[in-house]
């Protein structure tokens, strides 16, 4: 049997939350899309007018460009280490993703590295906290603040992580979560957009929804005798999400903390068995003050071993991958003359490790018995 690198917990509770669903014969943007928005606002501790539920976290990156008003004149620095969704959406509006380089460890930018890649027309920093460690967001948000730059977090990775009680995503002017199936709360896809401005928010909404002034249904009944007419606003798009999807995100949500202390548990079983194994370097520790969401457990291995040590992984039964693919490397990014040295080396030793609630300790012991093996195996022992 395979052992995945993530998997989603869903049961009992989200299937009788669906099945409310079904038999309110309402499956659309409704009350529980409502509820949802709510409970994540205050699971952020913000006011639920700024958290909007969306289709997925690529929809509001896209939609976010849009809201910053970036384009064909503007510069936008984010970390090579970026999900692909990230230069797309920053890519499609004609404007430059620059790409800055990371810590070699953390896979993070540091407040140094993003203030290397600022340019006189810098509009926005794009963000994501890497494996749900937080990172410098503290001192990168202020040095945008100072430098008028607008700071976009993709939080994808950070639902339950945070510095000192403030979480992710709430350091910045925008962010977006995502809760697609190999998230750590997952709603088959789906994600968050939080906007801190209450007008910008009012329009982020409007622009998931065609644009339009939301009153509908019986509310707008009441108000105007031809409820059917249009209230065009903005020229938007479609990317609310919906009911159905919404009743598993509230449950998933209550569940979240549940998900993150075994997540925790397996990252320090892993942090115990491979203490002292040669050739394999741990991922760093959080540091005082910061909590993490522990999406990824990754370690990095000799470059001239890392890949047949995860086919041998894989033969034996146990996927693991590499998140994210560098960006300044694809060629439509045009970004191919950063010189992005820790990227560079971070992208050809990193290796990520099965992690997530539904694994037993057993599943962990056999992952860091093979791990070992192959390292050893692929002689690796002495170099890394
Ligand atoms: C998964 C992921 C996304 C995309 O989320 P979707 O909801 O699938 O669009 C964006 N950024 C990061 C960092 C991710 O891990």
């Known amino acids: 049997m395979m052992i995945n690198v993530f998997q989603p917990s869903l049961g009992a509770e989200e299937l009788s939350a669906v099945s409310e669903v079904f038999e309110s ?18 699971h952020l501790d913000v006011a639920p007018e700024n958290t909007i539920f969306i289709s997925s976290a690529t929809a509001g990156l896209f939609l976010t460009t849009e809201l910053l008003g970036l384009g064909p004149d503007d510069d936008v ?29 953390t896979l993070n930018p540091t407040a ?12 926005a920093v794009l963000l994501l906290h890497y494996g749900g460690h937080p990172g410098d967001i503290a001192a990168i948000a202020n040095l945008c603040r100072t430098r008028d730059v607008r700071l976009i977090e993709d939080a994808a990775c950070a639902v339950a992580s945070g510095v000192d009680g403030k979480k992710a995503g ?13 998230k750590v709360l997952v709603t088959g896809d789906g994600g968050m957009l939080y906007v801190r401005d209450a007008e910008l928010a009012r329009r982020a909404r409007r622009l998931a929804y065609h ?11 009441k108000v105007s005798h031809r409820w059917w007419e249009l209230n065009v606003q903005d020229f938007g798009r479609r990317i609310i999400g919906n009911d159905l999807t919404a009743a598993i995100g ?13 997540r925790r548990a397996v990252a320090e079983q892993y942090d115990r068995l491979l203490a002292d194994a040669d050739g394999i370097r741990l991922p760093p520790a959080l540091p005082a003050g910061h909590t993490g969401t522990y999406y990824f457990y990754w370690v990095q291995l000799d470059a001239a071993v890392r890949d047949q040590v995860a086919a041998d992984l894989l ?22 003359g950063a010189v992005l040295p820790n990227t560079d080396t971070a992208s050809s030793t990193t290796l990520l490790l099965p992690l997530h609630q539904g694994l037993d300790d057993a599943e962990v012991r056999t992952v860091a018995d093979e791990l070992r093996k192959a390292v050893e195996h692929r002689g690796a022992g002495t170099r890394a």
């Open 170 to 182: 709430t350091f910045g002017d925008v962010a977006m979560w995502s809760f697609d199936s190999m």
């Open 315 to 336: 033969e034996k039964g146990i996927y693991t991958t590499f998140r994210y693919p560098p960006l300044h490397k694809v060629p439509a990014y045009r970004g191919g």
């Open 250 to 262: 509230s449950v998933q949500l209550r569940r979240l903390p549940e998900f993150v202390e075994r």
């Open 211 to 221: 644009g339009l002034e939301q009153s509908s249904g019986f509310a707008a009944a």
């Open 25 to 42: 014969n309402w499956l659309g943007h409704g009350p529980r899309t409502k509820e949802f928005e709510a409970q994540f606002a205050a």
């Open 112 to 123: 140094a590295h993003v203030e290397r890649a600022l340019t006189p027309r810098t509009k």
């Open 77 to 105: 620095v984010l970390p090579a280490v970026s999900f692909v969704a990230a230069g797309n959406a920053v890519a499609a509006t004609g404007a430059r993703p620059v790409f800055c380089d990371v810590d070699t460890h």
